[in-house]
């Protein structure tokens, strides 16, 4: 009996030390990835939806927070606040409400979707909020990249965003491509290798990427960085795209007025 009782103790003592130097340690439990069901909304942006699917940010996508973004970045994906703080002021310009905006109001066009996305057409070729849901053939442009190897890099994200915008030049005639849409895709494709990569090499499993792209869950073995990711994190690796990528210029394309208002003001 006092041998049972030592050992409960033990087992007490050795969950309380767990929980001291584990502060994910229930992600699993209290994070665990659902499917959007009826009457859930998501965004245009698979982190932002995976931090939803998993309980991040409110799983139903409404009634979003700068707070509720900001913390969950930095729980789901240590993303320093600089990046889903600008997002979630996006998403009050382009929500009704005063203080919260559902995922589905980041979609209007040039917030923080433009055309020629990794993972959505552009809004041309599916309006009215069409190109919300993820596109595998929009996707298969970066998935067939970097063949022979298992990983994504420098090189190939600035091939894939030359390929998704050749192709919006030839066949979108709405295509706004400017020095800031160079950038924003740059800084995307940066995001991306450093969150589910590394940071400083720029490499990154293609296992891993794929899953979240496309199934926008936590990839199964995949761990949050250590390092915070924030803009001075990605500026290394967002010029070292931009510098790889071969950027015709821009053309003489501009969003709508009220687009416009969200882009600048955010």
């Known amino acids: 009996m006092f041998g049972f009782i030592r050992l409960f103790s033990?087992?007490?003592?050795?969950?309380?030390?767990?929980?001291?130097?584990?502060p994910y340690q229930n992600q699993t439990e209290s994070h665990h990835f659902q499917a959007p069901g009826e009457g859930d909304v998501r965004s245009p942006c698979p982190f932002l939806n995976v931090l939803a699917n998993h309980g991040y940010v409110p799983r139903s996508g409404k009634n979003v927070t700068i707070p509720d973004i900001v913390k969950g970045g930095r729980e789901g994906f240590n993303v320093g606040p600089n990046f889903f703080r600008l997002t979630g002021k996006k998403g009050l310009l382009t929500s009704p409400n005063l203080d919260s905006f559902n995922l589905d109001d980041l979609n209007l066009r040039g917030c923080i979707e433009?055309?020629?996305?990794?993972?959505r057409p552009d809004a041309f070729f599916a309006p009215n909020?069409?190109?919300?849901?993820?596109?595998?053939?929009?996707?298969?442009?970066?998935?067939?990249?970097?063949?022979?190897?298992?990983?994504?890099?420098?090189?190939?994200?600035a091939q894939v965003q030359d390929a998704r915008l050749n192709h919006s030049i030839a066949n979108n005639p709405e295509l706004v491509n400017d020095a800031t849409s160079l950038f924003a895709r740059s800084a995307a494709s940066a995001l991306i290798l450093s969150i589910l990569g590394d940071p400083k090499t720029g490499i990154a499993q293609k296992s891993v990427v794929d899953t979240l792209m496309r199934e926008e869950r936590m990839p199964d073995g995949w761990k949050r960085?250590?390092?915070?990711?924030?803009?001075?994190t990605i500026q290394p690796l967002t010029q070292a795209i931009m510098d790889a990528s071969n950027w015709p210029g821009p053309n003489n394309g501009t969003y709508p007025g009220a687009q416009q208002l969200v882009i600048f003001s955010g």
């Open 10 to 22: 033990f087992f007490l003592i050795f969950e309380g030390i767990v929980a001291m130097v584990s």
């Open 114 to 119: 433009m055309d020629t996305s990794l993972t």
């Open 129 to 157: 909020n069409a190109n919300l849901p993820f596109n595998e053939t929009v996707y298969q442009t970066m998935a067939s990249s970097n063949p022979g190897v298992d990983y994504y890099n420098v090189t190939s994200q």
């Open 225 to 232: 960085p250590e390092d915070v990711i924030d803009v001075d």
